[in-house]
T-cell receptor
């Protein structure tokens, strides 16, 4: 049973470009969460999604960031017009249906903005 | 609103010595508590969790933690560390109605030396 798969593992973008990060949850999991880890800090919650629904986006920056979890395919975290401050590790986690206390994390996508 | 404080940013320890990592939290409601470990350039792996019941929780790799409600603490301990325990450790808290929305501490870097 494959774990949470994130790609790309490393992404380099120039200021103003777009970054797309993908997350495939564990098999059978229907809840996806995105967290951001800035250098020297702990993880910060960004958004919680179920298939085709955003359940809680209270941690998402108001501009340039969006997330989706379509009926088919992986969840995508999209950052438009990236700035240097977006450089961070972005972690995806998933949990089984009806269960929000057992999070399984992927290995993260590390975004570097030049 | 909840917050999590990990009192030590770095803990150096000799191999086979005991280690304790401190975690305090603040919350006005009942909480669930977790410890995760992060090895370099990897995702987070769950060490142990407290949901209810016995306040002494045993996890993987010989770690244990004790929930102290009166002191709002959830300290992590291991009686004898190995070199392979060198990693970053994160304490996390989830409030009862915050599905998958964890508040993480800033992390404690454990460095085990021979």
């Amino acid at each position: 049973n494959a774990g949470v798969m994130q790609n790309p593992r490393h992404l380099v973008r120039r200021r103003g470009q777009e970054a797309r990060l993908r997350c495939s949850p564990m098999k059978g999991h229907s809840h996806v969460y995105w967290y951001r880890q800035l250098p020297e800090e702990g993880l910060k919650f960004m958004v919680y999604l179920q298939k085709e629904n955003i359940i809680d986006e209270s941690g998402m920056p108001k501009e340039r960031f969006s997330a989706e979890f379509p009926k088919e395919g992986p969840s995508i975290l999209r950052i438009q017009q990236v700035v240097r401050g977006d450089s961070a590790a972005y972690f995806c986690a998933s949990s089984p249906p009806g269960q929000g206390l057992e999070l399984f994390f992927g290995e993260g996508s590390r975004l570097t903005v030049l | 609103a909840q917050s999590v404080t990990q009192l030590d940013s770095q803990v150096p320890v000799f191999e086979e010595a005991p280690v304790e990592l401190r975690c305090n939290y603040s919350s006005s409601v009942s909480v669930y508590l977790f410890w995760y470990v992060q090895y370099p350039n990897q995702g987070l792996q769950l060490l142990l969790k407290y949901l209810s019941g016995s306040t002494l929780v045993k996890g993987i790799n010989g770690f244990e933690a004790e929930f102290n409600k009166s002191q709002t603490s959830f300290h992590l301990r291991k009686p004898s560390v190995h070199i392979s325990d060198t990693a970053e450790y994160f304490c996390a808290v989830s409030e009862g109605d915050s599905w998958g929305k964890f508040q993480f501490g800033a992390g404690t870097q454990v460095v085990v030396t021979p």
